[in-house]
């Protein structure tokens, strides 16, 4: 049964407060009478009233400054700035591609009528004028041979000084206009150089071909020696006086050897040649 279990534990527990209140009593026996032991009740008394409110406390101390917040959201966007200033100008670019071939124009609107093309005149007078040219150049050549008094062959330039002087001065002579007294080496040379002669009315002139340095040993003034040409009159060079250590060219083409102080007429060549 329930019932008299709970008694029971009650009957206890008064037992146990009646017994604690006698040892407590036994103890403070010292106590005014007015004590709370002038009872032997020791439970708690009813709740008091609710206190005054208190006074406001003082402001507290400062707190430590906290830890760094979170990155705040993205504001809005901000209203647009002023326009910058007109940037430099940059450098050239490189050339663009070609472009497409453009379409093609619109034809052009019809010509007048042509006149007849006279091509044979135009033709007549281009031959007029070679015809002129060609002229021109004979004129020229016959300047330079005649007036002048110049003959060429590939190579060289030939001409008379009409000036009277012996070898050594005539050699002079010539070399001063940058060439030397003429050198027949072949009988094309020696005709061409005779028949200058003769066309120019001449008897004799001196030619580059001496034996100064040795008798009977005939030289050019460029110091070669004669070699398979020669062009010796008949009897020549006879060394007649003793002393002809010099050669003249006849107009016949026929060379003497002839007294190196004679004072004739000379025959200078030129080559063509840069030098
Ligand atoms: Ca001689
Ligand atoms: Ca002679």
Redesign the pocket.
Same mark, same amino acid.
């Given at each position: 049964m329930v019932y008299p279990r709970i008694l029971q534990m009650t009957t206890y527990v008064a037992l146990l407060v009646v017994f604690l209140g006698h040892i407590s009593c036994s103890e403070i026996e010292n106590r005014s009478v007015s004590d709370s032991c002038s009872t032997h009740t020791i439970l708690p008394g009813p709740k008091g009233d609710v206190g005054e409110k208190g006074d406001p406390g003082e402001f507290g101390k400062q707190g430590k400054e906290g830890p760094m917040g979170s990155k705040g959201n993205k504001s809005q966007v901000g209203n647009s700035g002023d326009n910058g200033l007109l940037g430099k100008i940059g450098p050239i670019g490189a050339k663009g591609d070609k472009g497409y071939k453009g379409t093609p124009g619109l034809p052009g609107g019809k010509g007048k009528t042509g006149s007849f093309c006279d091509c044979g005149r135009y033709r007549k007078f281009v031959g007029q004028l070679d015809n002129n040219v060609a002229r021109l150049k004979s004129s020229l050549m016959f300047v330079k041979n005649v007036i002048a008094g110049i003959r060429e062959t590939d190579e060289k330039f030939y001409y008379i000084v009409k000036e009277e002087r012996n070898y050594r001065d005539a050699l002079t002579q010539c070399r001063i206009r940058g060439g030397t007294l003429a050198m027949p080496k072949d009988q094309a040379t020696n005709s061409l150089i005779s028949d200058y002669i003769s066309k120019t009315g001449l008897f004799r002139v001196f030619i580059g071909i001496n034996d100064i340095e040795k008798e009977k040993q005939y030289m050019y003034t460029d110091n070669t020696p004669l070699q398979n040409f020669s062009s010796w009159k008949a009897g &020549?060079? @006879? #060394?007649?006086s003793g002393y &002809?250590d010099c050669v003249e060219m006849q107009s016949t083409g026929d060379w @003497? #050897?002839?007294e190196c102080n004679l004072t004739i007429y000379f025959m200078c060549e030129f080559s063509k040649k840069a030098k």
């Open positions: &020549e060079p @006879n #060394d007649g &002809e @003497n #050897d002839v």
